[in-house]
């Protein structure tokens, strides 16, 4: 494998971040909320921001620390590598894993580090503009410590998460192809069952077996849509809590790129139930052609949400992200649902703890004027 260039830069601007945002940052008990003091120096900066936002504003960095810790796992091993595009560098060299995604989309390993940049760009911002406002930023570095692959390629640094254990939740595959709506109580089957199985190559020997490589890719590209779903309905139920109209355009815009995540990973995913890629096995876990037989609850080719019930169900259906409400798409719920990811699987208790309290700081905000 050719040396990692992007991955480099993006652990560096880590560091960065890490050295230059987290001077006296704690994130326990009662200081969840952290120092909140205006900036005299500047009258736009120094708007104080109310609790609520503050509070929204601290999950969603927590949220995005997490992504991009996973996402950072996915661009070492299945990212652009030779830092140039495949279409540019037809002859690099790719891994058994690179291979494997782009059997899905030739650009899917320019894809992974595109997100990747994008993930660590929101979390990078939302500390700097919580800094710029007076108030702590969120730091995890103290929970990096989880062991990662140590396939070729990987670098030997402490995780906040695991990517070797998870529990894939697929039932967005078959939410957004269906005329119901989960704030109306409507639930939906997975459309794969994914338990406890690895999404990235966790020694060199994931490497061997084209199906066994190409099984751990198609489990990834189903992760990437469930980490993208999650964090477009997130964004939609927070901002309807924020009451800045300032923090409203963070949210709103942040919460747009997270919708265009995963939309590509919606595009993605369903490559990997189609011919060519699909039928494949490995141990016990089979990606089906979803085309035959032809069913448009999984039908491969439906990549944008398709009509579902909004606001009412007596209203014309409408197409759009969904949840939005707090019991599914609320922090708690992301909580609950990256725990039941197994994103957390080795992590300390009192990370937990410290999450499932900012997400219950952030769910009680309300807009206020
Ligand atoms: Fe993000
Ligand atoms: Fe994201």
């Given at each position: 494998m050719?040396?990692?260039?992007?991955?480099a830069q993006?652990k560096?601007?880590r560091s960065?971040?890490?050295?230059?945002l987290?001077?006296?940052?704690?994130?326990a008990?009662s200081?969840?909320?952290?120092?909140?003091?205006?900036?005299?120096q500047?009258s736009e900066?120094s708007a104080?921001?109310?609790?609520?936002d503050?509070?929204?504003?601290?999950?969603?960095?927590a949220a995005?620390?997490?992504?991009?810790d996973?996402?950072?796992?996915?661009?070492e091993?299945?990212?652009l590598?030779?830092?140039?595009?495949?279409e540019v560098d037809?002859?690099q060299t790719?891994n058994?894993?690179?291979t494997?995604?782009s059997?899905?989309?030739?650009?899917?390993?320019?894809y992974?580090?595109?997100?990747t940049?994008?993930?660590?760009?929101?979390?990078?911002?939302?500390?700097g503009?919580l800094?710029s406002?007076?108030?702590?930023p969120v730091?995890f570095s103290?929970?990096?410590?989880?062991?990662?692959?140590?396939?070729?390629?990987a670098?030997?640094?402490g995780r906040?998460?695991n990517?070797?254990?998870?529990?894939v939740?697929?039932?967005?595959?078959?939410?957004?192809?269906?005329s119901t709506n989960?704030?109306?109580?409507?639930?939906?089957?997975?459309?794969?069952?994914?338990t406890?199985?690895?999404?990235i190559p966790?020694?060199d020997?994931?490497f061997e077996?084209?199906?066994?490589?190409?099984?751990i890719a198609?489990?990834?590209a189903?992760?990437?849509?469930f980490?993208?779903?999650g964090?477009s309905?997130l964004?939609q139920?927070?901002s309807?809590?924020?009451?800045?109209?300032?923090?409203l355009?963070?949210?709103l815009?942040?919460?747009?790129?997270?919708?265009a995540?995963?939309?590509?990973?919606?595009?993605?995913?369903?490559n990997?139930?189609?011919?060519?890629?699909?039928?494949v096995?490995?141990?016990?876990?089979?990606?089906p052609?979803?085309?035959?037989p032809?069913n448009?609850?999984?039908?491969?080719?439906l990549?944008?949400?398709?009509?579902?019930?909004?606001?009412s169900?007596?209203l014309?259906?409408?197409s759009?992200?969904?949840?939005?409400?707090?019991?599914?798409?609320g922090?708690?719920a992301?909580?609950?649902?990256f725990?039941?990811?197994?994103?957390?699987?080795?992590?300390q208790?009192?990370?937990?703890?410290?999450?499932q309290?900012?997400?219950e700081?952030?769910?009680a905000?309300?807009?206020e004027?």
């Amino acid at each position: 494998m050719k040396s990692n260039t992007d991955v480099a830069q993006m652990k560096n601007r880590r560091s960065f971040l890490r050295n230059t945002l987290t001077t006296g940052a704690v994130v326990a008990g009662s200081t969840v909320l952290g120092r909140h003091k205006a900036l005299a120096q500047d009258s736009e900066a120094s708007a104080e921001l109310r609790k609520g936002d503050i509070a929204i504003l601290r999950f969603l960095a927590a949220a995005e620390l997490i992504e991009s810790d996973l996402w950072q796992q996915y661009a070492e091993l299945g990212g652009l590598t030779s830092g140039l595009p495949i279409e540019v560098d037809p002859n690099q060299t790719l891994n058994a894993y690179q291979t494997a995604l782009s059997n899905l989309d030739s650009d899917g390993p320019q894809y992974i580090t595109s997100n990747t940049i994008d993930e660590i760009s929101h979390a990078t911002f939302l500390n700097g503009y919580l800094q710029s406002k007076g108030v702590d930023p969120v730091d995890f570095s103290e929970f990096e410590t989880l062991q990662g692959s140590t396939a070729a390629g990987a670098l030997n640094v402490g995780r906040l998460t695991n990517l070797m254990h998870l529990n894939v939740d697929t039932s967005w595959y078959i939410r957004y192809r269906s005329s119901t709506n989960p704030d109306f109580g409507a639930a939906f089957p997975q459309a794969i069952k994914i338990t406890n199985r690895t999404a990235i190559p966790r020694t060199d020997a994931d490497f061997e077996g084209t199906d066994h490589i190409q099984v751990i890719a198609n489990t990834a590209a189903f992760h990437f849509g469930f980490i993208e779903q999650g964090g477009s309905s997130l964004y939609q139920a927070l901002s309807q809590k924020v009451s800045s109209l300032e923090v409203l355009k963070i949210t709103l815009g942040i919460g747009g790129d997270e919708i265009a995540h995963f939309l590509e990973w919606v595009d993605f995913s369903g490559n990997a139930v189609q011919v060519p890629v699909a039928p494949v096995s490995d141990e016990g876990l089979t990606f089906p052609n979803f085309f035959n037989p032809l069913n448009p609850l999984i039908q491969p080719s439906l990549i944008f949400p398709v009509p579902c019930e909004f606001i009412s169900p007596n209203l014309p259906r409408c197409s759009v992200i969904r949840p939005t409400n707090d019991r599914f798409a609320g922090a708690v719920a992301a909580i609950a649902s990256f725990t039941h990811d197994g994103l957390f699987v080795g992590q300390q208790k009192e990370f937990l703890r410290i999450l499932q309290q900012m997400a219950e700081e952030a769910d009680a905000a309300r807009r206020e004027f």
